[in-house]
């Protein structure tokens, strides 16, 4: 008797040439949680996507075997209806619907062929409750925060009668409490002997969570250890295949003047006036700095470099001063136009256009640059440039043709950065930039961080991590329901040190 749950045998998934997924194998038991590691563009959603059958039973070399039959596939639909669940890597909810309506989709519960609302309702704040959101279910999913949007997908998930559910990077955009309070729900679920595939870069993470991990590079297996007793370093090294060394490259590099200054600006929250989202902030900023930008999701960060680019949705005002001249871009194009890139945080609404090639995307915002006389496109000197930024950032594409929507998370990552760098920005923003970007690759962004602020731009970084705004910033403001609470020079800032000053009560701001 097999005590497998799942099992899936030499499987490989091509896309014309590239073998995306290379002859893999894995097994889990009941009950079992398994992580699923490797760099962007190993294959690690593709696997995924085979066995929810998103990639249907045909279209994929080898065999799976569930509750110890062989699964034969032609849709999602049939794996759900086998109890297996996956939560994806770009969300999916529909926005513009309640989150009642969204975790009821596709399986409305009917009395008599008349919606049964109550039950659904009361269900739906069940669920809710299991995740801990503390929401009312007729709220609009599109006025929830990126973790709270997944958290809900988590309950759509489990209002499903699962035995196996798929998290593919799921806490990319939680905030820690919410990302310990899935974990927490991973937990529980193993105890009820749900099985759960797990895919994440935060290795921390991964160790916490799994009994068992599986490492895959290059689409290939690489191996399946038990969790207990493999050290981060071990595991970082069977993902990347080499040893890395000092994630965080400090490189020396001269500040220069201000580019920036920031005075008074003022927020409000886009839908409810009476909420301050940023509340007076004032900062400046310097030609070759590094700026970091700490503080809990929802405390203001994203909002305030959102007014610097121009694209807050709300009403705010304030003084923005650049090269000592005022400033308000009324939209991103002003903005760019005036030597400010942005790579957002949400990039599936604000960064990348899918069905447009790799290519195109990238070189969107640039496009003036190619343009000469009577209208004409330089293409030669255009893919010469996506050719560069494509090298440069090594993002992984078989051509820069794809549909940059095909592209693995992380790299669709790289791909918007390459975008800013075209615009040879004086200001560069990077709202979470590093999310859902493997480890090596993390690196590779840092060191071009510090080759851009040798070059005299003035970089400002948004970021959840702590570790990381200290790792590479020459400054760092904390801030806290709004406000800056605190301006620190950093010379071996501690986490704590940042943390203390963004939630200090005395508010003497
Ligand atoms: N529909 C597709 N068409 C062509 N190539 C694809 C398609 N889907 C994925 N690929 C390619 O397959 C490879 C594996 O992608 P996949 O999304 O599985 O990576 P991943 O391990 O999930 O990476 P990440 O950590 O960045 O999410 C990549 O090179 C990707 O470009
Ligand atoms: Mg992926």
Redesign the pocket.
């Known amino acids: 008797m097999a005590s497998n749950l799942l099992e899936m045998k030499n499987i490989t998934k091509r896309?014309?040439q590239?073998k995306?997924?290379d002859n893999v194998s894995l097994s889990i038991e009941a009950g079992q949680v398994l992580s699923l590691c490797?760099?962007?563009?190993?294959?690690?959603?593709?696997?995924m996507?085979v066995l929810s059958a998103v990639y249907p039973h045909g279209t994929f070399d080898g065999e799976i075997l569930f509750g110890g039959e062989p699964l034969v596939a032609h849709g999602v639909r049939d794996t759900e209806q086998k109890g297996i669940a996956i939560i994806h890597?770009e969300l999916a909810l529909v926005k513009q619907m309640t989150v009642l309506e969204n975790i009821f989709l596709g399986v409305e519960w009917a009395r008599l062929g008349v919606m049964d609302y109550d039950n659904m309702y009361l269900r739906c704040q069940r669920m809710l409750a299991q995740v801990k959101l503390n929401i009312d279910p007729n709220t609009r999913v599109g006025e929830l925060g990126l973790g709270q949007q997944q958290l809900v997908e988590i309950a759509k998930a489990l209002n499903k009668q699962v035995r196996l559910l798929i998290l593919?990077?799921p806490t990319a955009s939680l905030t820690e409490s919410e990302t310990a309070i899935l974990l927490d729900i991973v937990d529980d679920l193993r105890n009820h002997d749900i099985a759960c595939i797990y895919?994440s870069?935060k290795l921390n993470e991964v160790k916490a969570i799994s009994d068992v991990i599986c490492v895959?590079r290059d689409?290939r297996h690489i191996a399946t250890r038990p969790a207990a007793g493999l050290s981060e370093e071990a595991l970082i090294t069977m993902m990347v295949g080499r040893e890395l060394t000092e994630l965080y490259p400090r490189q020396p590099h001269a500040i220069g003047e201000e580019i920036l200054r920031v005075e008074g600006l003022t927020a409000w929250h886009p839908v409810n006036r009476h909420i301050r989202r940023v509340n007076n902030a004032a900062f400046s900023l310097h030609k070759g700095e590094i700026l970091g930008i700490a503080g809990l999701v929802g405390s203001g960060r994203t909002e305030l470099v959102q007014c610097l680019f121009g694209s807050y949705p709300g009403r705010w005002e304030g003084s923005i001063i650049l090269n000592g001249a005022p400033v308000r871009f009324a939209n991103c194009r002003q903005a760019m136009r005036r030597g400010i890139a942005m790579v957002p945080e949400d990039r599936k609404k604000d960064g990348i256009v899918p069905v447009m090639s790799v290519g195109s995307n990238i070189t969107l915002a640039a496009l003036r640059q190619f343009t000469g006389g009577f209208g004409m496109v330089d293409e030669a000197g255009e893919q010469a440039a996506v050719r560069d930024a494509i090298e440069r950032l090594k993002v992984?594409?078989?051509s820069p043709e794809?549909a940059i929507g095909?592209?693995?998370?992380?790299?669709q990552q790289k791909a918007i950065l390459a975008k800013c760098l075209l615009l040879n920005p004086d200001i560069l923003i990077l709202d979470e930039p590093t999310r859902?970007?493997?480890i090596g690759a993390k690196q590779e962004i840092y060191l071009l961080i510090n080759q851009l602020v040798r070059q005299g731009i003035a970089v400002i970084v948004v970021s959840s991590e702590l570790p990381e705004v200290l790792g590479i910033s020459d400054r760092v403001l904390a801030m806290h329901q709004g406000s800056i609470k605190a301006d620190l020079i950093n010379r071996g800032l501690t986490q704590e040190q940042v943390m203390e000053a963004a939630l200090r009560s005395d508010s003497h701001v």
Not at 38 to 47: C, D
């Open positions: 896309f014309g590239v995306a997924v490797g760099e962007n563009g190993s294959g690690k959603s593709t696997l996507k890597q593919d990077e895919i870069h895959i689409g992984k594409t078989s794809l095909r592209l693995s998370g992380g790299n859902g970007i493997d």
